[in-house]
Structures are given as structure tokens and as C-alpha cells.
């Protein structure tokens, strides 16, 4: 054996002879502190023996836990994936347990409370230490993260890693083009700053639009697929089947992909020894977690839960992340208490479940889809795409431009410099392109504001009877469905299928963000502006006047297209454009083009509503319960981000930031318009790493699925 053999073993031994003797000292403070966990005989033993039973008791928990938990966590993978992570404490501690039975002193002993607190810390301590001994030993850790990916190319068939760069394609969900600038110029976002605007710059950032669907399910199925024909908002209702369609509903999710793979003959971005993490979508990836639309599959063909094993087999990760969760927790209810009392406004509820949800989407979610992408690195995966949906799910009840959300840009930054010291040690270089797929608009609710929801608005104007007890619309978060998911709960929502025995003649009011929908599911086909005005003469005047509404869409007999604004306002959808904006012109270039698009969609609402909008505070009027909105068009919701490497061609005609700029933009609108442009671009990227072009053919079978 050479001497540099020799040399690393001798490292790797030294490394867990401290980690060893940390735990010990660790157990020996826990024994002195907690009453009821002691290492000595009830008669008392000397310091000696004391000190030989937590030596002999850390390395038995120490033995255990790297080679009892991943089987247990295996076993325990039929235990949804949410539980699993509030059964670290416990799990930790029966291992404890055990390994004080085991010890051969037999003079340990722990109540089981005691043992849940012992073995979180120890496990928190031999982490903390572990890593710290990793981070001074530059070479120890490149030889580490060289064995892992040594180990996952070995399960994937030996294949040797190839020499032509990978793509890594991080979502940061939510986060528009402007409040990343300024992220970025206030320095909570180093990594990105240095990338940007660095002594050396790297990355560029480039400003795209949205459709007027400004949302994940409609971008990220346009990003990933190639298209996002016939998806109008966030949910809405289709007369032929009878049911209401939720982008991050799993089944939903499952059927709009089909439909995109059967509309572009493609399988997606992805089919070239890819993969999904996070995202709604799978993108023709082979490798699939946390993904939405196989969520709903029932055996092994439900991988989407595949994340959640490999991340929490690891104890250390699965305590730290439980601890992070529990802070999270803690952390959103003084942040919620202090608003309230503060009496900050806007202002919506932030109680009941929420805390859970957030602490889910801002700390599982992040830490087991970053891991995901860490080995899909060192596995050297030719592409990957991977949602962070953190910043999304905070800003909407805390505020695009918050204090909380700015704190989860900070993390979010923090896991952009982890992927990117990965990626010096992967079997092939990547290039890390981080995008969104959307902003966000902030404004108040439509409820705070006028005391009635669009519904009760609707129904007024349609003369039937408005309840006096305001129901609350719920949040499209995709956070919410992704701890349902975990939870193995059903996701399905109920009383959402209509049919023409259903309150006949009564409108269906559907919220997305700040567009509204409105259908009558008595009526099989979309029905025009004179059937409605025949039906409810007072309807369409009554939300066109009202002040929280920007205009209308419907469609017209006479003209086709048809434009509602206030003041009697009306113009044919073929007259407008950027230079004769009519009812459209507050809210930018390019809404005339999108108005346009979603008007041909086969499952357009019988009434497209988008609310008012203020072009000078960029403020929009959720039909949610959200101040930080998005889902139709209006300000920042409508302006997502593009953060590439110098190495790959420039979004042709994008508005693009000069590299290492000093200045503000110059022109405001981007030639880069709609998701299905992102993809191309996106497309292009991977054929100039050298990989097979993608997206290929669909085969027959997935075509049919």
C-alpha cells in the first residue's frame, strides 16, 4: 500500500477518533445536566468507569446509527414522508436505548424522554464536528464527495462520467426579476452577486415575461415540456368533463403533461439522462422526487417520495433538518405575533397549520431537493431541474419585498454556494443556470379592501342572495399540496365536479392570484357577452364598474374577443395592441398579445376577470388570501428571471443586464416572452454542452400514459 494511501487512511481514522471523542464528551456533559440519564451504577462508579461507559456508549450509538438507520428508514419508507421526519427525535432515541443496553458497562440508562433530547444532540454534535473537520481538510473532502460519486456511478451501471458539461437548472420559485436586483445590490445574496457582478463575472441576468397565466403550473409546464396550450390560470373549470383542473393537484398535474406531450410529439426537456426534483412536472426525466404528477400513482410507479429516503437515511441530516424545522416553526409564529401586533398592513392570517406548511416548504422541502441535486451531480447526471418553492410561499402571506422573505433569499443564496463547491468535485463540469417562473405583486386582498370576495361580487351582479359569513378563498400555494403529498393525504379536492344538476344556473367563481374566472357550468359550451347579458343583464356591467377590477374578458358574438372596461369601455380583442392598449394600457407591453393568446384556449372561462392594477406602486388585489399575489397580470408577478452562465449563448433578443453593469436597465420590456421561449432557450443551452439534442420524441407508450 502507498504512502499516500496510508496518509488518507490515517486522516479518515483521525476524523472519527474526534468525532468519537466529541460524542463522548458530549454524553459525559449530558449525564452531569439531564436527572434522568445517568452512566454510572445507582452505587456510584469512578470517574474512570464513568468516562470508559460514554466512550463505549457513543461508539455503540455511533455504530448503530450508521449502519442500523438506513435500514430502518428503508423499512419505514410506507410511513408517509412528513411523519417520517417528525419520527427522527423518536427514532434517534430508541437507538440510544439500545445502545446503552448493548453497552458493556450495562451502567447506562435513560428515560425514554431523556434518551429523544440525549440522542438529538449527540447526533447534532457529531454532525456539526464531522462537517467542521471536512471544511479545514480541503483534500478530505474532495476525496469524499469523490467516493459518493464513485458509489452512484456504480449503481448506475459503471458508466464513467462524460467529459461534455451537464446543465443544473435551479427554479427560485417566485422570485422576480427586480427583487432579485436588489437582493443582489443590497448584498443578502453574495453567491449571486459574485457571479453577477463580481471582479470576475460569470453569470448574466436576464428579464423575461410571462403569459398572462403568471404562475408555476403554466410556466413550468411551458419551461419543461414546451408548452403550456390550454392552461388559463391556476385552476379553473372544463365544461366536457365536468371538473375543476388545479395545477398542483396531482392528478391534474398528471393529465396536463400528458396533454403537453401529446400537443408537442415530445417527452420533455429532460429525457436524456435527467432529472426532476421538486417541480410539478417531470420533464421526461428518468429520475424522479418530489415530483407532483406521479404523486398520484399507487405503487412502485410513485417515485415522488424517492427524496425523502435517500435524504433522511442519513440521521445527521434527518436531525439537523428537524431541528431547523421545529426553529422554523417557532420562528413564523414570532414573526406573525410581531406583524399583528405591530398591526402591519397588509395583513392576512397566518395561524392554524400555516406555521407547519411554511417550516415544510422553507426547510424539508429546500434541504431534500438540494441533496437530490448534490447527487445528481455526483452522479453526473447530464440535466437537472429542481424547484426551491421557499421565497414563494413566504412572500405570499409576509410580502414579496418582507423582512421574512428577505431572509429566505439569504438561505436560498446559501444553497446556491453549496451546489456550486459541488460542482468543482462532480465527474463532469456543470453549468448552474438559475431561473423563476414568475414574480410576485403586492397589494392587499380584494376581501380586505371592498369587505366582499369576487364570489359574493359575482353573485350580486347575477341578483341571487349573498352571504353575510365571508368565506375564505384558500391560498394556491404549491407548498400546501407538497406536505398532503408527503403525508400521503388525499389531495384531490371535493365538491369540485358540476354538472348541470348542480345549482343550476349558478356561476362557478374560481380565484388564481389576481384573475378570477367565472363559468356557468349549466352551459356546455363558453358562452358569449349577449347570452350572459340576456341571462344576467346587470352582471358584466357590475364587475367591468366595480373599482377593484381591470378589465374583462369575454367572448363576443359580433367581434369575437371581447375587452371590458370601466365606464362602458369596450373593444375587440383584434384592435388592441401595444400602441392601442385601450382597457390594457396600465398594464404593460405585451398584455394585448397575452389577453389574446388565452382567449383561443379551448377551456377559457365563460368570464376572464383580472383585477385593478397600479403601474406606479406595482400593486394588484388578490381574489386570495395573499398580499404578495400572482396568477394574472399586473407588475412584478409578470417579470421573471434568468441567471446564466457567460459560457452559453445570450437569450436571443432578451433584455440582458451588461455583465458587471454599474447602471439601471435602460429599456424595460423583454423580447423574451412566455414560457415555451424559456424552453427553447433552455433547449439550446443543453445542445451546446455537446449532449443529444433534446427534447426527443415521445415513444407510443408515453405518448398513450
Known amino acids: 500500500m502507498d504512502k499516500g494511501r496510508w496518509r488518507r487512511l490515517a486522516s479518515a481514522a483521525g476524523r472519527s477518533i474526534t468525532v468519537w471523542a466529541v460524542s463522548t464528551v458530549t454524553m459525559l456533559v449530558l449525564a452531569g445536566v439531564l436527572p434522568d440519564f445517568r452512566l454510572q451504577s445507582p452505587s456510584g462508579d469512578s470517574a474512570t468507569r464513568i468516562a470508559v461507559t460514554a466512550a463505549a456508549g457513543a461508539g455503540v450509538f455511533g455504530l448503530l446509527s450508521a449502519l442500523v438507520w438506513p435500514l430502518l428508514v428503508r423499512t419505514l419508507l410506507l410511513v408517509p414522508a412528513f411523519v417520517l421526519g417528525l419520527l427522527v427525535f423518536f427514532l434517534n432515541g430508541s437507538l440510544l436505548l439500545i445502545a ?7 451502567h447506562g440508562d435513560a428515560a425514554p424522554e431523556t434518551a429523544v433530547v440525549v440522542a438529538a444532540v449527540m447526533s447534532a454534535v457529531a454532525s ?13 473532502y474532495r476525496r469524499r464527495l469523490y467516493r459518493l460519486a464513485d458509489r452512484r456511478r456504480r449503481r448506475g451501471a459503471g458508466r464513467p462520467g462524460p467529459s461534455t458539461p451537464g446543465v443544473v437548472f435551479l427554479q427560485l420559485d417566485g422570485v422576480g426579476h427586480d427583487v432579485l436586483r436588489e437582493a443582489i445590490d443590497r448584498d443578502l445574496m453574495p453567491t449571486a452577486a459574485r457571479w453577477l457582478d463580481g471582479p470576475r463575472p460569470t453569470h448574466r441576468l436576464t428579464r423575461w415575461r410571462t403569459d398572462w397565466s403568471s404562475q408555476t403550473g403554466a410556466s413550468q409546464l411551458g419551461i419543461l415540456h414546451g408548452t ?68 398520484a400513482r399507487r405503487g412502485r410507479d410513485n417515485r415522488s417520495r424517492a427524496g425523502y429516503f435517500a435524504y433522511f437515511s442519513d440521521p445527521a441530516n434527518a436531525v439537523r433538518t428537524a431541528m431547523s424545522f421545529v426553529a422554523e416553526v417557532f420562528r413564523e409564529t414570532g414573526q406573525s405575533t410581531r406583524a399583528r401586533l405591530q398591526r402591519r398592513r397588509p395583513r392576512v392570517g397566518r395561524g392554524g397549520l400555516y406555521p407547519f406548511v411554511r417550516a415544510f416548504a422553507t426547510v424539508v422541502e429546500r434541504d431534500v431537493v438540494v441533496a437530490a441535486v448534490i447527487g445528481d451531480m455526483l452522479a453526473g447526471r447530464n440535466a437537472v431541474y429542481a424547484d426551491l418553492v421557499a421565497y414563494d410561499e413566504v412572500a405570499h402571506h409576509s410580502g414579496p419585498r418582507s423582512r421574512d422573505a428577505e431572509r429566505i433569499l439569504e438561505r436560498l443564496d446559501r444553497s446556491l454556494a453549496l451546489i456550486e463547491k459541488v460542482a468543482e468535485h462532480a465527474p463532469r463540469p456543470y453549468r448552474v443556470v438559475v431561473l423563476s417562473d414568475h414574480g410576485q405583486s403586492p397589494g392587499e386582498t380584494f376581501l380586505t379592501r371592498y369587505g366582499l370576495s369576487l364570489g359574493h361580487l359575482v353573485r350580486a351582479g347575477c341578483g341571487l342572495p349573498v352571504p353575510r359569513k365571508v368565506r375564505r378563498t384558500h391560498s394556491g400555494a404549491e407548498a400546501r399540496t407538497a406536505v398532503r403529498a408527503a403525508l400521503r393525504r388525499p389531495v384531490e379536492a371535493r365538491g369540485e365536479r358540476y354538472g348541470p344538476e348542480h345549482h343550476r344556473s349558478e356561476p362557478l367563481v374560481l380565484a388564481s392570484g389576481n384573475l378570477g374566472l367565472v363559468s356557468f357550468p349549466d352551459v356546455a359550451h363558453r358562452m358569449s357577452r349577449e347570452e350572459i347579458d340576456r341571462r344576467h343583464p346587470a352582471l358584466l356591467s357590475t364587475l367591468a364598474n366595480h373599482p377593484g377590477v381591470g378589465f374583462l374578458l369575454v367572448r363576443s358574438e359580433e367581434h369575437g374577443g371581447l375587452v371590458l372596461g370601466a365606464h362602458g369601455a369596450e373593444v375587440p380583442l383584434d384592435r388592441l395592441d401595444d400602441e392601442h392598449p385601450g382597457p390594457l394600457a396600465d398594464f404593460g407591453p405585451g398584455a394585448a398579445a397575452a389577453v ?47 441567471l446564466s452562465p457567460l459560457t452559453l449563448s445570450a437569450p436571443a433578443g432578451a433584455e440582458t443586464e451588461p455583465v458587471g453593469r454599474d447602471s439601471a436597465l435602460v429599456g424595460r420590456d423583454s423580447a423574451l416572452v412566455g414560457a415555451e421561449r424559456v424552453h427553447e432557450v433552455l433547449r439550446r443551452w443543453l445542445g451546446e454542452c455537446d449532449g443529444p439534442q433534446v427534447p426527443l420524441p415521445a415513444t407510443p407508450d408515453e405518448q398513450a400514459a
Request: charged share 20%; proline share 4%.
Open 100 to 106: 446503552l443496553r448493548l453497552n458493556p458497562s450495562g
Open 128 to 140: 456539526a464536528t464531522g462537517a467542521a473537520l471536512a471544511v479545514r481538510d480541503d483534500d478530505a
Open 228 to 295: 403550456n396550450h390550454d392552461v388559463p390560470a391556476f385552476r379553473w373549470y372544463e365544461k366536457d368533463t365536468q371538473e375543476v383542473m388545479v395545477c398542483n393537484r396531482p392528478t391534474s398535474a398528471a393529465e396536463l403533461q400528458r396533454r403537453a406531450v401529446a400537443y408537442t410529439g415530445d417527452g420533455g426537456l429532460l429525457t436524456v439522462d435527467g432529472a426532476s426534483r421538486g417541480n410539478l412536472f417531470g420533464g421526461g426525466a428518468d429520475e424522479l422526487a418530489l415530483v407532483l404528477s406521479v404523486a
Open 596 to 642: 389574446r393568446r388565452t382567449h383561443s384556449f379551448p377551456h377559457t372561462a365563460d368570464i376572464m376577470v383580472n383585477s385593478w392594477y397600479d403601474p406606479v406602486e406595482g400593486e394588484v388585489l388578490a381574489f386570495e388570501e395573499q398580499i404578495g399575489s400572482h396568477g394574472g397580470l399586473g407588475g412584478a408577478q409578470g417579470h421573471p428571471f434568468l
